[in-house]
Nanobody, 122 residues
């Protein structure tokens, strides 16, 4: 199974932008891809997902209009552009692959990236 390697986290200020990347060690199979996030003591929550063809994208209500998920299958890379960041966006972000982009439970996703810390300071 391909390994998903993440990059791009860090410490930013409220209102700033940040882009996360998730690169596969092998060419992407025809899987959907997603971003989740997790804070200590809470379950991993859905952020955004995208179909293999990029025709359809899905977003959590909390990030819709501020975050943009995209993928470049030629580069084997998934992206999450995060704009207008808020303190409540502080979390460890994970990428994952799955069968259906419409599924929002973390149990439906697999092959998780190593996680990227995003901290939004006020």
């Amino acid at each position: 199974q391909a390994q998903l390697v993440q990059s791009g986290g860090g410490l930013v200020q409220v209102g700033d932008s940040l882009r996360l990347s998730c690169t596969s060690s092998r060419p992407f199979p025809s899987y959907a891809l997603a971003w989740f996030r997790q804070v200590p003591g809470k379950e991993r929550e859905f952020v955004a997902s995208i179909t293999w063809s990029s025709i359809s994208t899905y977003y959590a209500d909390s990030v819709a209009g501020r975050f943009t998920i995209s993928r470049d299958n030629a580069k084997n890379t998934l992206y999450l552009q995060m704009d207008t960041l808020k303190p409540e966006d502080t979390a460890v972000y994970y990428c994952a692959q799955g069968r259906r982009a419409s599924l929002r439970s973390s149990n439906e996703w697999e092959n998780w990236g190593q996680g990227s810390q995003v901290t939004v300071g006020s």
